[in-house]
C-alpha cells in the first residue's frame, strides 16, 4: 500500500486516512457484522483433506485493496492478451498444432498431458471460444512489477466472493464508497449471461443457458447456485438433463426443454459417462455427441486444462508473442522447469529458498515452500522430485506485496494475491474489481482458502 | 474379400427400462484395406450420427420409451483387402497420442520389469521388438473365454496370464507405451470360417507405429498381422474409447442379459 518511504500510494490516499481515523474497536466491530452478514448469506467452502471435509466460512477481512485506474489498465489489458493468446493456443491444439510443429511447446508436454483430450480434435468450437471464463492469478512485488502466478481455464471459483464482498462491503461502509469513485462489479451475472447466451449455437434465437453443477457436495457448490439465481438460469445436476434428436434437453415441469448453452462447473472427466469415466453419475449421457455435432455449447469448453497446467506455464509468455506477435503485458514468474537438466540440479541446490509445484497439481496442494519449511518436509520433498523431475516446476519466493490487515495484534501488513476474471464471448471483458486473496498468517505467502487464506474486497478507482 | 456382415445384439431386461442412451461404433473406417459397399445401423430408439475425435463413425441411440428389450444391429458389405496389415496414418490425431496410458493400459512395476530387455532395441528395431513382444506374450497369455471381465486392467491381464482378444490388445498396446512406442487399440469383426461354415466375431487386436512404414496391426488372440479377413470398426486408445457399444440406462435389473449373434460371411463364393 506504501511508498519504502512510508507514504501512502495515490490510490491508498483516502484508504489510509480512514485507517487513521477508524478506531481498532470500530473496524473489530465491522469485522464480526461482516461474519454476521456472510453466514446469513451462507457462504461456505469446503476445505479437502481435513477429515470429511469440513465446511466452514472464509476469513473476510474489512480494509479493501486498492488500485487506481492506471495500475488496472495494465492488469486488465494484461489479462486479456493473455486469455487472448491462450484461447488460440486451444484452437491451434485442437486443429493444425502449428505452435508444436514451431517448437514454441515440446511436444510431449501436449500430447502426454492427460489434460490434452483427444475427442476436441478437429472440432470447431461455437463461436471459436474455449475459455469463456477464465481467472488469471496476479501477484505483485513492486510497484511497477507484476507477475501471473497462473491461468484458470477450467471453471475458476471465487467470483460469488468478489461480488459478496462488495455487497457487505457497501452495506458496512457506505461513507466510502460516496466518498470515493469505486468501478462497480455488480454487474458481472448480467455481463456473464450476455457472454453465456452470445455463444450459444447458430440460430439460437432466445437461447437457454443453464448452470451444470456437480451437486451440493461439490466445495464451490454455494458459488454454482449463487450465480445461477443471480443470472435468473436453472442450477441443474446431470440427472436433470438428457440427450435425445441430437440435442439436450432439461426436464422441466411443463416436460423437456431445450439446452442452448451449459455452463458447466464439473471436471471433463465427470461430464460424459459414455465418454469418459464410466462411473460418473455426475455427468450427462450422450453430451459429448451432441456437443462434437455444433448443437450445444459448453462453458468452458472440454479440453481447456491443457492451457493452463504448470507444465505449460512457463512457455506462455511465447505463445503471447507467437499468437498475436506482441510482447506480454504481463510477465511469468520466472520459472525453472525441472524436465530440463540445469534448472533440476539448480532447483536441488537451492530448495530452501524456492517454492516448487506439482504440473498437474492445483489448489496450493502438493506444494512445497522452501523458506517455510523444516530440514526434514526439504528432505522429505527432494526425494519426491528426484523419483520424478518433470512433474514439478520451482520459482523463487517472491517479495509478495502486502496488504493492510485487520489481525489479533491490530492492522499489519499481510501478503495479498490478485484474480481478476475475464469473461470472453462476442467481446472480451475484464471485470473491474477480482478476488483478493490474503494470507493471514504472518509472513505467510500462501493464499489458498483451503490454506487458511481469507479475502478482501477489491477496488479499482474510476479517474 | 467380400464380407457380408450381420451383427445384432440384444440386451434383455428383467425389468423395463425407461431410459437409455448409447454410443455405438458399429459402422467400419473407410482405409485402403476396407471399402464399404453398403452398410446400415440400426436401433430401437432414435439414432444420429457423429463422428468423435478419433474419427471414429459414432451413432448416438436414445430410446426414451419403457422397453424390456434393446436391440441393436449392423448390416452391410464389406470389400477388403490384404495390405500386410501395414495402415497410413490418417492424419486425425498427432501419433504421439497413442503414447498415453489410459486407467486401462497403464503400466505397473511388473509390465515395466517385463518389457525393459527391449528397451535398447527400441529405439533401433522397432518392428523387430514388436515381433518378439507379441510371440512372448502369445506364449504367456492364455486365451481363455470368460476369464476376464470387460474392464480388467493390462496389469491383471499380465499377473494371471489369461485372457480374451481385448485384453491381449491391452496388454500388447501397454507394453509398447512403455517402451515409447505409440500403439492403438481396433475393434471390430473377423471372418474365421470357410464357405461351407462362416465362422463369426466380433473382435479386437491393436496396431503400432513403425516410422516410415506406417500402423502395423497385430492380432495376438489369431497369432497373426491384420489380414482381409478382419475388418476395423473403432479405433483409439483403448475398448473404452473404441467400444463398439457403450452405454447407460435408467432403471431395469442390475443384470442385464445381452445376446450378440454376429454373421460374417463371405459374399460371392456361394456363385
Redesign the interface.
Known amino acids: 500500500m506504501t511508498y519504502p518511504d512510508g507514504s501512502p500510494r495515490p490510490a491508498y490516499s483516502h484508504i489510509s486516512d480512514w485507517l487513521k481515523w477508524s478506531t481498532l474497536d470500530r473496524l473489530r466491530q465491522r469485522g464480526a457484522e461482516a461474519e454476521v452478514l456472510f453466514r446469513r448469506l451462507g457462504i461456505t467452502f469446503v476445505v479437502y483433506g481435513d477429515d470429511g471435509g469440513t465446511e466452514r466460512l472464509i476469513p473476510f477481512d474489512v480494509i479493501p485493496r486498492v488500485f487506481s485506474a492506471g495500475e488496472w489498465g495494465r492488469l486488465s489489458e494484461g489479462s486479456t492478451q493473455r486469455v487472448r493468446a491462450l484461447n488460440m493456443f486451444l484452437h491451434d491444439l485442437y486443429h493444425d ?1 502449428e505452435v ?1 510443429k514451431a517448437g514454441i511447446v515440446p ?2 508436454v501436449i ?2 498431458n ?1 489434460q ?8 470447431n468450437v461455437p463461436g471459436g471460444i474455449y475459455t469463456h471464463i477464465a481467472g488469471i492469478d496476479i501477484v505483485r512485488c513492486a510497484e511497477n512489477e507484476f507477475y501471473v502466478l497462473e491461468d484458470n481455464l477450467r471453471s475458476p471459483s471465487g467470483v460469488a466472493y468478489m461480488l459478496e464482498n462488495r455487497q457487505v462491503m457497501m452495506r458496512l461502509f457506505p461513507e466510502l464508497f460516496s466518498e470515493m469513485r469505486i468501478a462497480p462489479v455488480d454487474r458481472y451475472p448480467d455481463i456473464l449471461l450476455k457472454t453465456l447466451r452470445g455463444v450459444a449455437p447458430g440460430g439460437a434465437q432466445d437461447p437457454t443457458v443453464v448452470l451444470l453443477t456437480p451437486g451440493s457436495y461439490n466445495s464451490a457448490y454455494y458459488e454454482h447456485a449463487f450465480l445461477a439465481d443471480e443470472m435468473g438460469i436453472e442450477l441443474v445436476e446431470g440427472a436433470d438433463l ?5 440435442s439436450v434437453f432439461m426436464r422441466t415441469t411443463e416436460g423437456p426443454r431445450r439446452v442452448d448453452v451449459i455452463y458447466r462447473r464439473i471436471d471433463d472427466d465427470f461430464i460424459d ?3 469418459f469415466r ?1 462411473d460418473s453419475t455426475l455427468g450427462v ?2 453430451l ?3 456437443y ?2 455444433g448443437r450445444v455449447t459448453i462453458a468452458n469448453a472440454m479440453g481447456t486444462g491443457v492451457a493452463d497446467d504448470k507444465s505449460v506455464y512457463p512457455y506462455v509468455p511465447a505463445l503471447v508473442k507467437f499468437y498475436l506477435g506482441e510482447e506480454p503485458i504481463l510477465a511469468n514468474v520466472p520459472t525453472y522447469v525441472l524436465r530440463e537438466k540445469d534448472d533440476l540440479a539448480y532447483t536441488l541446490e537451492h530448495l530452501d529458498e524456492l517454492v516448487v509445484k506439482e504440473v498437474h497439481g492445483s489448489g496450493g496442494y502438493g506444494m512445497l515452500v522452501g523458506p517455510a519449511s523444516s530440514k526434514a518436509q526439504i528432505e522429505a520433498f527432494r526425494h519426491k522430485i528426484i523419483a520424478n523431475p518433470s512433474n514439478y516446476i520451482a520459482q523463487p519466493t517472491l517479495a509478495l506485496s502486502t496488504c493492510p490487515t485487520l489481525v489479533e495484534q491490530g492492522i499489519a501488513p499481510r501478503h495479498v494475491d490478485l484474480r481478476p476474471y475475464v469473461l470472453s464471448g462476442e467481446e472480451t471483458i475484464v471485470m473491474p474489481g477480482g478476488l483478493t486473496r490474503v494470507a493471514l498468517v504472518e509472513g505467510s505467502l500462501v493464499v489458498n482458502s483451503s490454506q487458511g487464506g481469507g479475502t478482501k474486497d477489491t477496488w479499482i478507482l474510476e479517474e | 474379400m467380400r464380407i457380408v456382415v450381420r451383427h445384432r445384439t440384444v440386451y434383455n431386461y428383467d425389468h423395463a427400462i425407461r ?1 437409455s ?3 455405438l461404433r458399429l459402422t467400419p473406417r473407410s482405409n485402403p484395406s476396407q471399402r464399404i459397399i453398403r452398410w446400415n445401423v440400426e436401433g430401437q430408439g ?1 439414432l ?1 450420427s ?5 474419427g471414429n463413425h ?1 451413432h ?1 441411440l ?1 430410446c ?1 420409451e419403457i422397453v424390456t428389450q434393446i436391440a441393436v444391429s449392423a448390416n452391410g458389405i464389406v470389400e477388403t483387402s490384404d495390405l500386410n496389415g501395414v495402415l497410413p496414418d490418417e492424419g ?3 501419433i ?2 497413442f ?2 496410458p489410459t486407467p486401462l493400459t497403464t503400466a505397473d512395476a511388473e509390465i515395466r520389469e517385463f518389457v525393459a530387455p527391449f528397451q535398447e532395441q527400441a529405439r533401433t528395431n522397432p518392428l523387430e521388438v514388436a515381433h518378439s513382444l507379441s510371440q512372448l506374450l502369445i506364449e504367456r497369455i492364455v486365451y481363455t473365454e470368460g476369464s476376464t471381465h470387460v474392464q480388467s486392467t493390462a496389469a491383471e491381464v499380465l499377473k494371471y496370464g489369461r485372457g480374451v482378444c481385448q485384453d491381449m490388445a491391452h496388454l500388447f498396446i501397454t507394453c509398447l507405451r512403455a517402451l515409447g512406442m505409440p500403439a492403438l487399440y481396433i475393434s471390430g469383426y473377423l471372418y474365421t470360417g470357410d464357405e461351407e461354415k462362416p465362422q463369426v466375431a466380433s473382435h479386437a487386436w491393436a496396431a503400432v507405429w513403425i516410422e516410415g512404414l506406417g500402423w502395423v496391426s497385430f492380432d495376438l488372440a489369431n497369432k497373426t498381422c491384420g489380414t482381409e479377413r478382419h475388418i476395423g470398426l473403432a479405433m483409439g ?1 483403448d475398448y ?2 473404441s467400444a463398439p457399444l ?3 440406462r435408467e432403471g431395469g435389473s442390475e443384470t442385464e442379459v445381452m445376446d450378440v449373434q454376429v454373421m460374417v460371411t463371405q459374399a460371392g463364393y456361394a456363385q
Not at chain 1, 242 to 246: E, P, R, W
Not at chain 2, 50 to 54: E, K, N, R, Y
Open positions: 498444432q508444436l511436444e510431449d500430447l502426454a492427460a490434452y483430450q483427444p475427442q476436441m480434435q478437429g472440432f438428457f440427450v435425445a434428436d441430437n459417462p459414455l465418454a464410466q449421457p450422450g459429448l455427441s451432441v462434437r455435432s | 431410459y442412451t448409447q454410443y432414435r444420429t457423429w463422428t468423435d475425435g478419433f459414432t448416438t436414445v426414451d486425425i490425431l498427432p504421439k497420442v503414447l498415453r486408445l473404452a474409447s457403450r452405454g447407460v
